[in-house]
């Protein structure tokens, strides 16, 4: 049964490569959502028939390079095994590229030791495209197409010459979400802290309530923190900037002449990021937190911190491992686990920046975000065996798999619609404008260093004593104003293009 499965899809596959190639503008594949068609009817899709000839190379190993979660949860291993029987007949084996999942393609590829398949965010595989390391996908032939919704096959878009390119396939959305330890709420919650009678605790719906709990724990002096994050990461940190008028790159973040962390009033941001260093360690200040996030949320040292959904296997693990040194079995660690780690949305933020005040103005947090997926590397010799791999780890019975063992967010819509829970919630977020997608283009390599300084900086000052560098807002924003410039020069300066 299996082989006649995939002997259909390959079946359906490489017609629809062969059929598919070369569609003129208005000609759009029956049961598009809405808004790829009209995208469609103003753009040429792309004629790849001289890269895939929709004929399956035989007897080939392809490597393929993933996420590091993904393989130490088991989900590749699980993937590639599943390939390889299915495409057993053709000789085509997918192995591990056993390399680091942030090794560059630009610099292995050409000397022939890159993967053939990569999977990474948005930003890192759109880099490629200027240098021609990966191949366009022929998108609209995959199955898969009609399901992703057009903001996230966007992430992978390219016009050239009035041409759309898709240069990889969407597999999960990413922004952030807070992750809590429900069993760490105070008794009286329900009568204390839930002023609207929602029956969700104030202080993981509003930061300021959070801010007021995290003091709460903090006074106690036990050496235990409320919500806890490394300040230094620009994935999670430029988010508080974005949420007062901050931007990366102008005009929808293609236009790197414009750079925008100062925008608006991204000091109120940065002076929101700086008062809740207040109430952590200096492990906020580095990477420390990041690293030691899983152990000291299971242990009871940080009630909350904020990271994506595809680690939330890796909190459960830990802190099961807690409950199973306390005497549990492994089933009744695991259930208790599942039950007191909460993934939900993140806070509100007040309106004034001031985490003290009473009874706030709310507005949402702008999370940064990106989509994951797969590329297929310009240096591999099987670019038809690559694209049914691509294919096949994207079908929806794989994607589910993705989803219940790595908690990701689905990007097709019926995997994201059946998976329910954080989805509905990263996907209302998409729609309502609150999650800010990467930039796609290559100046996003040049944001990382000089953001990551100055949010290090920021988090240093609240360790100060007498030499504080941002005792007020306009100090704040002469800071973010420089790192425009860092950036600046390195995009148009420093960088090699």
């Given at each position: 049964?299996?082989?006649?499965?995939?002997?259909?899809?390959?079946?359906?596959?490489?017609?629809?490569l062969?059929?598919?190639?070369?569609?003129?503008?208005g000609?759009?594949?029956?049961?598009?959502?809405?808004?790829?068609?009209?995208?469609?009817?103003?753009?040429?899709?792309?004629?790849?028939s001289?890269?895939?000839?929709?004929?399956?190379?035989?007897?080939?190993t392809?490597?393929?390079?993933?996420?590091?979660?993904?393989?130490?949860?088991?989900?590749?291993?699980?993937v590639?095994?599943?390939?390889?029987?299915?495409?057993?007949d053709?000789?085509?084996?997918?192995?591990?590229?056993n390399?680091?999942?942030?090794?560059?393609?630009?610099?292995?590829?050409?000397?022939g030791?890159?993967?053939?398949?990569?999977?990474?965010?948005?930003?890192?595989?759109?880099?490629?495209?200027?240098?021609?390391?990966?191949y366009?996908?022929?998108?609209?032939?995959?199955?898969?197409?009609?399901?992703?919704?057009?903001?996230?096959?966007?992430?992978?878009?390219?016009?050239?010459?009035?041409?759309?390119?898709?240069?990889?396939?969407?597999?999960?959305?990413?922004?952030?979400?807070?992750?809590?330890?429900?069993?760490?709420l105070?008794?009286?919650?329900?009568?204390?802290?839930?002023k609207?009678?929602?029956?969700i605790?104030?202080?993981?719906?509003?930061?300021?309530?959070?801010?007021?709990?995290?003091?709460?724990?903090?006074?106690?002096?036990?050496?235990?923190f409320?919500?806890?994050?490394?300040m230094?990461d620009?994935?999670?940190?430029?988010?508080?900037?974005?949420?007062?008028?901050?931007y990366?790159?102008?005009?929808?973040?293609?236009?790197?002449?414009?750079?925008?962390?100062?925008?608006?009033?991204?000091?109120?941001?940065?002076?929101?990021l700086?008062?809740?260093?207040?109430?952590?360690?200096?492990d906020?200040?580095?990477?420390?937190?990041?690293?030691?996030a899983?152990s000291?949320?299971?242990?009871?040292?940080?009630?909350?911190?904020?990271?994506?959904?595809?680690?939330?296997?890796?909190?459960?693990?830990?802190?099961?491992?807690?409950?199973e040194?306390?005497?549990m079995?492994?089933?009744?660690?695991?259930?208790?686990?599942?039950?007191?780690?909460?993934?939900?949305?993140?806070p509100?933020?007040?309106?004034?920046?001031?985490?003290?005040e009473?009874?706030p103005?709310?507005?949402?947090?702008?999370?940064?975000?990106?989509?994951?997926?797969?590329?297929?590397?310009a240096?591999?010799?099987?670019?038809n065996?690559?694209?049914?791999?691509?294919?096949?780890?994207?079908?929806?019975?794989?994607?589910?798999?993705?989803?219940?063992t790595?908690?990701?967010?689905?990007?097709?819509?019926?995997?994201?619609?059946?998976?329910?829970?954080?989805?509905?919630?990263?996907y209302?977020n998409?729609?309502?404008?609150?999650?800010?997608?990467?930039?796609?283009?290559?100046?996003?390599?040049?944001?990382?260093?000089?953001?990551?300084?100055?949010f290090?900086?920021?988090?240093k000052?609240?360790?100060?004593?007498?030499?504080?560098?941002?005792?007020s807002?306009?100090?704040i924003?002469?800071?973010?104003?420089?790192?425009?410039?860092?950036?600046?020069?390195?995009?148009?300066?420093?960088?090699?293009?």
């Amino acid at each position: 049964m299996k082989k006649l499965w995939c002997s259909l899809l390959i079946s359906s596959m490489c017609i629809g490569l062969l059929s598919g190639c070369g569609k003129e503008n208005g000609e759009t594949p029956s049961g598009t959502q809405e808004g790829k068609a009209e995208t469609e009817t103003t753009e040429k899709s792309a004629d790849l028939s001289a890269i895939y000839s929709g004929e399956l190379e035989k007897d080939v190993t392809i490597r393929v390079l993933e996420n590091d979660t993904a393989i130490a949860e088991g989900y590749f291993q699980e993937v590639i095994d599943a390939f390889n029987e299915a495409y057993a007949d053709y000789g085509i084996v997918a192995v591990d590229a056993n390399m680091d999942q942030y090794s560059n393609l630009a610099d292995d590829g050409p000397y022939g030791y890159g993967p053939d398949v990569l999977y990474q965010a948005n930003d890192v595989l759109m880099k490629y495209v200027e240098g021609k390391h990966i191949y366009p996908i022929p998108a609209q032939n995959l199955e898969s197409y009609d399901k992703i919704p057009q903001t996230a096959w966007d992430a992978y878009k390219t016009v050239i010459d009035g041409v759309t390119y898709y240069m990889g396939v969407p597999v999960n959305v990413q922004s952030s979400m807070l992750y809590y330890r429900k069993d760490m709420l105070p008794e009286n919650w329900e009568t204390e802290w839930d002023k609207n009678g929602n029956k969700i605790p104030d202080m993981v719906e509003n930061w300021n309530d959070m801010y007021r709990y995290s003091q709460s724990i903090v006074d106690k002096g036990e050496g235990k923190f409320g919500y806890m994050r490394s300040m230094y990461d620009v994935y999670f940190s430029s988010g508080f900037l974005f949420s007062y008028g901050a931007y990366v790159f102008g005009d929808q973040n293609t236009n790197a002449e414009d750079i925008g962390f100062s925008a608006g009033n991204a000091e109120i941001g940065a002076n929101v990021l700086l008062q809740q260093a207040g109430l952590m360690n200096e492990d906020c200040i580095d990477d420390s937190v990041t690293v030691s996030a899983y152990s000291k949320l299971a242990d009871g040292t940080y009630f909350a911190t904020m990271t994506t959904p595809d680690v939330k296997s890796l909190f459960l693990k830990e802190l099961a491992m807690v409950y199973e040194n306390e005497g549990m079995s492994a089933d009744e660690a695991k259930a208790k686990a599942e039950e007191n780690l909460v993934v939900t949305d993140v806070p509100r933020l007040p309106a004034s920046g001031d985490l003290t005040e009473e009874n706030p103005e709310l507005i949402p947090l702008k999370a940064m975000g990106g989509v994951n997926g797969y590329a297929i590397s310009a240096y591999t010799k099987a670019p038809n065996a690559c694209l049914a791999f691509v294919e096949f780890a994207t079908n929806y019975d794989m994607i589910m798999k993705r989803h219940e063992t790595l908690g990701i967010v689905p990007a097709r819509s019926d995997a994201a619609e059946a998976a329910g829970g954080i989805s509905e919630i990263m996907y209302h977020n998409l729609d309502e404008g609150n999650i800010v997608v990467m930039p796609s283009i290559r100046a996003v390599e040049q944001i990382w260093t000089p953001a990551q300084t100055f949010f290090q900086d920021l988090a240093k000052d609240a360790f100060r004593t007498s030499d504080k560098k941002y005792g007020s807002l306009e100090q704040i924003k002469a800071g973010l104003e420089a790192v425009d410039k860092q950036i600046y020069d390195a995009v148009h300066t420093l960088a090699t293009n």
